[in-house]
């Protein structure tokens, strides 16, 4: 079965400094990997995802994120963080072939301070 | 270009009564999905359709619920004799099936808050 850990339930930095947000999943197989962010009370947006090819992807708002299958790891990066930036972050996994149910971590919410 | 709405965006309601929710997807988009999300935690997949067939169910989606999808269009979730534990976010999702593979991507509605006293 597939499962997604985000370690860390909250983060705080301080605007214009760098994030890294983690994200590990287990999938057997090749997965498909999503970043979501939700604002309080809202659905979620889509911020960038990896099918297969370059393993830096480029997302909106100026994020990335970076597959890497040794660490089966998805982390995702933004150097200068804004303070429209403060929200809760999901990292999810979607199998290649077959059911494209999404499995989500349970998020890390970011603070930002001035 | 409209997204994934849903409706109400929030119900509150006794414990044992009925609820039901609408998810409009994106127009041309065949995959409908309802995931629940509980505070504090990410979504949880409940259930999708491929056009008008239900494809999948969780074990998440008890007999008290059921999801329809008539033409292929709209979708309902309908809760019967709620509890409180049903209390939580239920999302709606639509997607595009691209080719005879996948790589598709969700994107969600705003969510239907359902709070049950």
């Known amino acids: 079965a597939q499962s997604v850990t985000q370690p860390d339930i909250h983060i705080t930095v301080s605007e214009g400094a760098s994030l890294e947000l983690r994200c590990n999943y287990s999938?057997?197989?090749?997965?498909?990997l999503f970043w979501y962010v939700q604002s309080p009370g809202q659905g979620l947006q889509l911020l960038l995802k990896y099918f297969s090819g370059d393993t830096l992807v480029q997302g909106i708002k100026g994020f990335e994120a970076e597959f890497k299958r040794s660490q089966s790891s998805f982390n995702l990066r933004k150097p200068s963080v804004h303070w429209s930036d403060a929200a809760e972050y999901f990292c999810?996994?979607?199998?290649?072939?077959?059911?494209?149910?999404?499995?989500f971590g349970t998020g890390t919410r970011l603070t930002i301070i001035p | 270009d409209t997204g994934v709405s849903q409706n109400p965006r929030h119900k509150i309601t006794k414990r044992g009564q009925n609820v039901t929710f609408r998810c409009d997807p994106i127009?041309?988009?065949?995959?409908l999905y309802w995931y629940r999300q509980t505070l504090g935690q990410g979504p949880e997949f409940l259930t999708y359709?491929?056009?008008?067939?239900?494809?999948?169910k969780s074990r998440l989606l008890s007999d008290r619920f059921s999801a329809e999808r008539p033409k292929g269009s709209f979708s309902t979730l309908e809760i019967q004799r709620t509890e409180q534990g049903d209390s939580a976010m239920y999302l709606c999702a639509s997607s595009q099936t691209v080719g005879g593979g996948t790589q598709e991507t969700q994107y969600f509605g705003p969510g239907t808050r359902l709070l049950v006293l």
């Open positions: 359709f491929q056009n008008e067939a239900q494809l999948e």
């Open positions: 127009s041309e988009h065949n995959r």
């Open positions: 999810a996994v979607g199998a290649a072939f077959g059911n494209e149910k999404l499995t």
């Open positions: 999938y057997g197989a090749t997965p498909y």
